[in-house]
């Protein structure tokens, strides 16, 4: 059975660094891109970042883009997501999720709250 | 950007009638070569993390039950559920994958009547 957990959030002042991770099992983590989305509390979702199966290829949105840092490791099955520079505005749950595409499997999400 | 636009925003609807759910993509998300709409439909209850309902916009992701159906092509899709069940009160969600960035509509909140 697939499973995504995601850890890592918490509390912390706007203008400080958080690192989010995703441990996966159930499928062969190496085969898949991955990605992070976020939705804040009451809000929609919006999509964060995405990382091919090697790691090679990165998106990410104007709103996080020389903020935030997607990476994987695949020998440990995890998905990380390093957020600089918080803002107020980065409050939300954030998802891990598997796919190039749609997203197939998520996680159950983990609460960022930035604030002073 | 594309921009996802769904309608209508919130939707009411008795057990066991046709619930209908739109949404607009501001360019299309059909590519010829391979003839699929990079579109994918979500449902999302409440405290739980959002589950694909349907992807490529028409096709069934595995254990869905078949009343849930999209359809559309090029701007324009639709999701659609025959016959409401109470376990169908969620907040869908549109998504388009056809570019960077990747974007959701709004969400459409669906209840029973």
């Known amino acids: 059975e697939v499973h995504l957990v995601e850890s890592g959030g918490g509390l912390v002042q706007p203008g400080g660094s958080l690192r989010l991770s995703c441990a996966v099992s159930?499928?062969?983590?190496?085969?898949?891109?991955m990605n992070w989305v976020r939705q804040a509390p009451g809000k929609g979702l919006e999509w964060v970042s995405y990382?091919?199966?090697?790691?090679?290829?990165?998106y990410y949105p104007d709103s996080v883009k020389g903020r935030f840092t997607i990476s994987r490791d695949n020998a440990k099955k995890s998905l990380y997501l390093q957020m600089n520079s918080l803002r107020a505005e980065d409050t939300a749950v954030y998802y891990c999720?598997?796919?190039?595409?749609?997203?197939?499997?998520w996680g159950q999400g983990t609460l960022v709250t930035v604030s002073s | 950007d594309i921009v996802m636009t769904q309608s209508p925003d919130s939707l009411a609807v008795s057990l066991g009638e046709r619930a209908t759910i739109n949404c607009k993509s501001s360019q299309s998300v059909f590519f010829s070569s391979n003839n699929k709409n990079y579109l994918g439909w979500y449902q999302q209850k409440p405290g739980q993390p959002p589950k694909l309902l349907i992807f490529?916009?028409?096709t069934r992701e595995s254990g869905v039950p078949d009343r849930f159906s999209g359809s559309g092509s090029g701007t324009d899709f639709t999701l659609t559920i025959s016959s409401l069940q109470a376990e169908d009160v969620a907040v869908y969600y549109c998504?388009?994958?056809?570019?960077?960035?990747?974007?959701f509509g709004q969400g459409t909140k669906l209840e029973i009547k």
């Open positions: 490529w916009a028409s």
């Open positions: 990382i091919s199966s090697s790691g090679s290829t990165i």
């Open positions: 159930g499928f062969t983590f190496s085969s898949y891109n």
């Open positions: 999720a598997r796919g190039q595409y749609h997203l197939d499997y």
């Open positions: 998504q388009q994958y056809y570019t960077i960035p990747r974007t």
